[in-house]
């Protein structure tokens, strides 16, 4: 499965500037989804982290692993549910980043799936950049309705 942008923008709730997947490549439903993230110099948050030195905060690369997580998640949503369905945080164990993601460098997102009972999902997170991982996380998350 390849999902492109408006495919992504119709499953997720996010916008610029904090939709943070540009595409999704490989879908395993219920088990694995890998995305890509493309860091361009344009990011907002390069503005002041760091000007004369341009790194990626360490939580928007936790945030792509959630929104590629909360992309397989609502997958298997039906369109009509999609429009109030959001993907909350429950927690964040083990994060480690490996290296400085920046300008230039495409993330690549892998997104495997350790437990789910009904609406909550346990997920092991990795991102790539080339060959070398640059972060992992295990995130924990649940669906949940718009108030």
């Not at 709730?13 to 395993?28: K, M, S």
């Not at 949503?77 to 490996?98: Q, S």
């Amino acid at each position: 499965m390849d999902l492109r942008i408006t495919e992504i923008m119709r499953i997720l709730p996010h916008r610029y500037p904090f939709l943070l997947v540009d595409r999704v490549i490989e879908v395993e439903p219920d088990k694995r989804i890998v995305a890509l993230k493309n860091v361009t110099i344009n990011e907002p948050f390069f503005m002041g982290h760091f000007p004369s030195s341009p790194v990626m905060p360490g939580v928007l690369t936790i945030e792509a692993m959630a929104q590629t997580g909360g992309i397989l998640a609502l997958l298997e949503r039906k369109p009509e549910e999609l429009k109030n369905a959001l993907v909350y945080f429950m927690g964040i164990d083990e994060a480690r980043f490996r290296r400085p993601i920046v300008p230039g460098d495409q993330l690549r997102i892998e997104m495997e799936v350790l437990r789910r009972k009904a609406f909550v999902w346990k997920m092991k997170g990795r991102v790539y950049v080339g060959a070398e991982l640059a972060a992992e996380a295990t995130l924990l998350s649940s669906i949940g309705q718009q108030p």
